[in-house]
């Protein structure tokens, strides 16, 4: 069975989108993964198809309604795929989250808009509330295009070369170190000689140096989680 997305959207047309197009628009039409964008309004009973009303205790903005949401996550059978919604309340996703979530079914994805959804259905549907950053979007049909982006590359076959992934951000807990290629020279700018020296041991002791490099002056909580997970490999 193919890696399955199932996307609860008010606006279904915004899929595949960028999906479509390059490792993840191949691997869709071969058939590597398939995605359903299903249009919360569908279930809506009035003749408006409206998904939202306003906030219980006064406020700005509207909520979307647990009943409609409901019945469209009912109608979307998750075989044993998580149950997500895009929230800037969720937890942050990682590429741990990304790995694990690749490597099962597939994922059935909530696209919150308005101010919200309302907290009955997400507790009554066992939602889990996901985040791609400490920023609010308009909606959640792009983080949900980022999430799953984010798993598809990782489907076996899909990127032209498996071994890419192992040195990837995050993969080992760093950073990328950084990247070059040809003009060996451009605008005064050399390509680092220990990088076309021919010395495998050496190019991959620099690279690893500059991720570490690159992290610490970058991400300096990312750094501490590293430096605590090779303390805690030395007292093994």
Known sequence: MPWRASVLTIFPEMFPGPLGLSLAGKALENGTWSLDAVDIRGFATDRHRSVDDTPAGGGPGMVMRPDVLARALDATAAAGRPRLLMSPRGAPLTQDRVEAWADGP??????????????????????EEISIGDYVLSGGEVAALALIDACIRLLPGVMGKEASGGEESFAAGLLEYPQYTRPQVWEGRSIPDLLV??????????????????????????????IERLRRARDR
């Open 106 to 127: 597939g994922l059935v994805i909530v696209c919150g808009r308005f101010e919200g959804v309302d907290e009955r259905v997400i507790e009554a549907r066992g939602l």
């Open 197 to 226: 020296s021919g010395d495998h041991a050496k190019v991959a002791a620099f690279r690893r140096s500059e991720a570490e490099k690159v992290t610490q002056e970058r991400r300096p909580d990312l750094w501490a989680a590293y």
